[in-house]
C-alpha cells in the first residue's frame, strides 16, 4: 500500500510565498518521476512543474522564473516553492508520483491541497 500526502495549502496575498510539500510513504521499492499539478475552478488540470530521479526539471511557461520544484530521495518527499503568487495561481494542487512498489510501476496521486491568491 502506497500513500501520498499533500500539504502546505493556504491563503496567500498576491506576491507572496508559499511551500508545499508532498510526501510518499508504503511499500515503495523505487521513485522515478515527481510532478505537481493544478486544478483551477471549471478547468482542466494541468502539469506545473516535474522533477526526475536526477532532479532535472521542467515548468509550465507559467510558472518558469516564479516556481521552484525540488525532492529529497531520502525523505520520498517533493516541494514545490512557489513566489511571486498570482491571483490566476489559485488552484487546488496534487502532487503525482511515478513509483514501482516492488511488484508494479505506477503513478499515484495525493489528495489535493487548495491554494488561494487573493486580496
Known amino acids: 500500500q502506497v500513500q501520498v500526502v499533500e500539504s502546505g495549502g493556504g491563503l496567500v496575498q498576491p506576491g507572496g510565498s508559499l511551500r508545499l510539500s508532498c510526501a510518499a510513504s508504503g511499500s515503495i521499492f523505487i521513485i522515478y518521476a515527481m510532478a505537481w499539478y493544478r486544478q483551477a475552478p471549471g478547468k482542466q488540470r494541468e502539469l506545473v512543474a516535474t522533477v526526475n530521479r536526477s532532479g532535472h526539471t521542467n515548468y509550465a511557461d507559467s510558472v518558469k522564473g516564479r516556481f521552484t520544484i525540488s525532492r529529497d530521495n531520502a525523505k520520498k518527499t517533493v516541494y514545490l516553492q512557489m513566489n511571486s503568487l498570482k491571483p490566476e495561481d489559485t488552484a487546488v494542487y496534487y502532487c503525482?508520483?511515478?513509483?514501482?512498489?516492488?511488484?508494479?510501476?505506477?503513478?499515484?496521486w495525493g489528495q489535493g491541497t487548495q491554494v488561494t491568491v487573493s486580496s
Open positions: 503525482n508520483i511515478d513509483l514501482h512498489n516492488g511488484d508494479t510501476r505506477g503513478a499515484y
